[in-house]
């Protein structure tokens, strides 16, 4: 862990030829793809090494001919926050897949919504102190299954 969050998280990203990011919320099939770090830290894509070719076929198979996987770690690969920590309490709450949430940390035996009371507190996890800035509200990214990518947009609702 490091001052922007779990070291190697969100390392990679992809863009279009003009440098721009290309994310999945337009181009949600990217959603069907799971990242890891190997035990070296190299991120994975898949179990495969994210420079790979064919990563990098699948990749122009889903934003087009030019786009390409670019590894960054500054700050601005974050939407907001460099983490996002769920509790048991709130997505039995939520009712849905966990998954969804896409959590880095989910902390257990909390009761329902309860976490909506840590805004301003600090978690320390071992010799780790988490800073708890802001709640977040569900984006439009939870709406989509992540076995089948179906979109039910009912669920942002909620």
Excluded at 43 to 57: F, K, Y
């Amino acid at each position: 862990m490091g001052p922007l969050g779990i070291d190697g998280d969100r390392v990679v990203h992809v863009e279009d030829t003009q440098g721009r990011v290309i994310t999945s919320r337009s181009h949600p099939r990217f959603l069907g793809h799971k990242g890891t770090l190997g035990v070296d830290g190299t991120p994975l894509v898949d179990g495969r090494p994210w420079n790979s070719p064919q990563v990098a076929a699948e990749v122009v198979d889903i934003a087009g001919p030019g786009a390409k996987l670019v590894h960054y770690d500054g700050a601005e690969r974050f939407d907001v926050l460099p983490l996002l920590v769920a509790t048991d309490g709130a997505i039995a709450a939520f009712g849905h897949d966990h998954r969804r949430l896409r959590p880095n940390i989910v902390i257990g035996g909390v009761e329902r919504l309860t976490e909506r009371e840590w805004p301003g507190g600090c978690l320390r996890i071992g010799k780790v102190l988490i800073g708890v800035q802001d709640l977040r509200l569900r984006c439009i990214m939870t709406s989509y299954d992540p076995d089948t990518l179906v979109q039910e947009k009912e669920i942002t609702r909620g």
